[in-house]
């Protein structure tokens, strides 16, 4: 770890700070889990080892719960599941994923120390657990997690205080960072990176976090002075700094102080009305409209969870008709309607309307992001996607070279998804140049391509407030 030292950051307790320069891409460390298990609701269609989503996985024959790709996996999660699957066992039933890691954690432990590697810049008795800053029912699940614990652990265990057990459930409470799967679009489990528990917040951050190969990559968005506090945004800044405020409060129990958040940076142009020909829309008039996409959203993920999607674009055909006459393309709540538009009609196959919402999307992004963040890049990529889809090949190359620029510095060249873009920008590349030699011919290939589908289709809709998942796990 010579790249960083640890030091008291002013405000913020210990932080990380840069031991020399960096600039946008570098891989300031990266770090295996000391732990980490799969979500409760993926436990049987993720391998338990490598985190794969796999259409058959074979069982583990004594706990019945673990699932692996195939032998090599399971032979090289033993090590850690050996004891998971006799407590398992024992118990009679498998408890939830925040017990299951601590135990894992505890075990590792108990086996190898405090410090389990060279590269460990801290213990676990050393990081914060905010335990007395819990609310009372957020306190109440605690200590029934605690309690079903020590029924859970195994008596041939070496056995813990109870003040050592409720550090560690606080301590991957508000540090547990969420671990995707092989092509990083999804959050599947979650682990607890030591390190990285040392990096700061700050709601326009100088570095990112990703998932790559199994360890997090911690990756500079831009130029980093030598003795610079590293820090990543704990929220998304697709929020109010008021929200962001609050949610950082809730979840992370600390005060933001940056100065986004002191300035109120951006947040008019958050909830801005739309101006034409330089003349603005009556501020009650952009209330309103601000409103009634608020209750929109409220309906629409009724809809999402009925399944019920042609309710869906029935309700974002309203709110978009009524609404963007009035709000400006960067207003959060419009932007939200146009990313769920564009992400149900790509499902339902509707190509060419999915990717006029998702270039608003873009634009809208692009004016609030900042230029090298992940958040935005995946939005280009969906938008380069669908415009492919379309048939509008000169858009659809811009918009995956624009995501493909921004992702090889967010999530770096060998990550899977950078991977799919590079191969999705040579072959768009390869047809803009047949589109402009001969429209006919590319727009025969380009038929014959979609049957093949050679650029995987969106998944099923998820929660509108869900967006690009943020890998800061929390608890819900």
Same mark, same amino acid.
């Given at each position: 770890?010579?790249?960083?030292?640890?030091?008291?950051?002013?405000?913020?307790?210990?932080?990380l700070?840069?031991?020399?320069?960096?600039?946008?891409?570098?891989?300031?460390?990266?770090e295996?889990?000391?732990s980490a298990?799969?979500?409760?609701?993926?436990?049987?269609?993720i391998?338990?080892?490598?985190?794969?989503?796999?259409?058959k996985l074979?069982r583990c024959?004594?706990?019945?719960?673990?699932?692996?790709c195939?032998?090599?996996c399971?032979?090289?999660?033993?090590?850690e599941?050996?004891?998971?699957?006799?407590?398992?066992?024992?118990?009679?039933k498998?408890?939830?994923e925040?017990?299951?890691?601590v135990?894992r954690i505890?075990?590792?432990?108990?086996k190898?120390?405090?410090?389990?590697?060279?590269?460990?810049?801290?213990?676990?008795?050393e990081?914060?657990?905010?335990?007395?800053?819990?609310?009372?029912d957020?306190l109440?699940?605690f200590?029934?997690?605690?309690?079903n614990?020590?029924?859970?652990?195994?008596?041939?265990?070496?056995?813990?205080?109870?003040?050592?057990?409720?550090?560690?459930?606080?301590v991957?409470?508000?540090?547990?960072?969420s671990?995707?799967?092989q092509?990083?679009?999804?959050a599947?489990?979650?682990g607890?990176?030591?390190?990285?528990?040392?990096?700061?917040?700050?709601?326009?951050p100088?570095?990112?976090?990703?998932?790559?190969h199994?360890?997090?990559?911690l990756r500079?968005l831009?130029?980093?002075?030598?003795?610079?506090?590293?820090?990543v945004?704990?929220?998304?800044?697709l929020?109010?700094?008021?929200?962001?405020r609050r949610?950082?409060?809730?979840?992370?129990?600390?005060?933001?102080?940056?100065?986004?958040?002191?300035?109120?940076?951006?947040?008019?142009?958050?909830?801005?009305g739309?101006?034409?020909?330089?003349?603005?829309p009556?501020?009650?008039?952009v209330k309103e409209?601000?409103?009634?996409?608020f209750?929109?959203?409220?309906k629409?993920e009724t809809?999402?969870?009925?399944?019920?999607?042609?309710?869906?674009?029935?309700i974002?055909?309203?709110? @978009?008709? $009524?609404?963007?006459? /009035?709000?400006?393309? *960067? +207003?959060?709540y419009?932007?939200? &309607?146009?990313?769920?538009?564009s992400?149900?009609?790509?499902?339902?196959?509707?190509?060419?309307?999915?990717?006029?919402?998702?270039?608003?999307?873009?634009?809208?992004?692009t004016k609030?992001?900042?230029?090298n963040?992940?958040?935005?890049?995946?939005?280009?990529?969906?938008?380069?996607?669908t415009?492919?889809?379309?048939?509008?090949?000169?858009?659809?190359?811009?918009? @995956?070279c $624009?995501?493909?620029? /921004?992702l090889?510095? *967010? +999530?770096?060249?060998?990550?899977? &998804?950078?991977?799919?873009?590079e191969?999705?920008?040579?072959?768009?590349?390869?047809e803009?140049r047949?589109?402009?030699?001969?429209?006919?011919?590319?727009?025969s290939?380009?038929?014959?391509?979609?049957?093949?589908?050679?650029?995987?289709?969106?998944?099923?809709?998820?929660?509108?407030?869900?967006?690009?998942?943020?890998?800061?796990?929390?608890?819900?």
């Amino acid at each position: 770890m010579e790249n960083v030292t640890v030091f008291d950051s002013p405000g913020k307790g210990r932080g990380l700070k840069a031991n020399k320069e960096f600039w946008a891409g570098d891989v300031i460390f990266s770090e295996a889990s000391l732990s980490a298990v799969v979500f409760d609701s993926l436990s049987e269609r993720i391998c338990h080892s490598c985190f794969r989503r796999q259409d058959k996985l074979q069982r583990c024959g004594q706990c019945k719960f673990a699932h692996y790709c195939d032998r090599t996996c399971q032979r090289a999660g033993w090590a850690e599941h050996k004891q998971e699957c006799g407590a398992i066992k024992a118990y009679g039933k498998v408890p939830n994923e925040n017990i299951r890691l601590v135990a894992r954690i505890m075990w590792r432990l108990d086996k190898e120390g405090g410090v389990v590697s060279d590269m460990q810049l801290t213990t676990l008795e050393e990081l914060e657990d905010h335990i007395a800053d819990m609310q009372e029912d957020e306190l109440k699940e605690f200590k029934v997690d605690i309690h079903n614990f020590l029924d859970y652990w195994p008596r041939n265990s070496k056995q813990h205080t109870i003040d050592d057990i409720s550090h560690i459930f606080g301590v991957i409470n508000c540090n547990g960072f969420s671990v995707s799967d092989q092509r990083g679009l999804q959050a599947v489990g979650v682990g607890l990176f030591p390190n990285l528990c040392l990096v700061n917040h700050d709601c326009w951050p100088n570095c990112t976090v990703i998932l790559n190969h199994g360890k997090i990559e911690l990756r500079s968005l831009g130029k980093i002075a030598e003795g610079e506090e590293l820090t990543v945004a704990y929220v998304d800044y697709l929020n109010l700094s008021e929200e962001r405020r609050r949610l950082l409060k809730m979840q992370y129990f600390f005060d933001c102080t940056c100065e986004h958040c002191k300035n109120g940076t951006k947040d008019d142009l958050k909830m801005a009305g739309r101006e034409v020909e330089g003349v603005k829309p009556p501020e009650e008039q952009v209330k309103e409209a601000t409103d009634y996409c608020f209750q929109m959203m409220e309906k629409l993920e009724t809809s999402r969870l009925a399944g019920d999607y042609h309710e869906v674009v029935k309700i974002c055909r309203e709110c @978009i008709k $009524k609404t963007e006459p /009035i709000l400006a393309d *960067t +207003h959060i709540y419009l932007l939200r &309607i146009w990313s769920t538009m564009s992400e149900v009609q790509s499902y339902l196959q509707y190509f060419e309307e999915a990717a006029e919402y998702a270039r608003k999307m873009v634009d809208g992004y692009t004016k609030l992001y900042n230029p090298n963040n992940a958040a935005l890049g995946m939005a280009a990529m969906r938008a380069g996607v669908t415009h492919w889809q379309a048939g509008l090949i000169e858009v659809g190359h811009g918009m @995956i070279c $624009k995501a493909f620029a /921004i992702l090889m510095i *967010t +999530h770096g060249p060998t990550h899977p &998804i950078t991977k799919d873009l590079e191969a999705m920008r040579m072959q768009t590349e390869m047809e803009l140049r047949m589109f402009k030699q001969n429209e006919y011919v590319y727009h025969s290939m380009r038929e014959a391509a979609l049957k093949n589908k050679p650029m995987t289709m969106m998944h099923e809709p998820k929660s509108v407030e869900e967006g690009i998942k943020n890998l800061f796990h929390r608890r819900k």
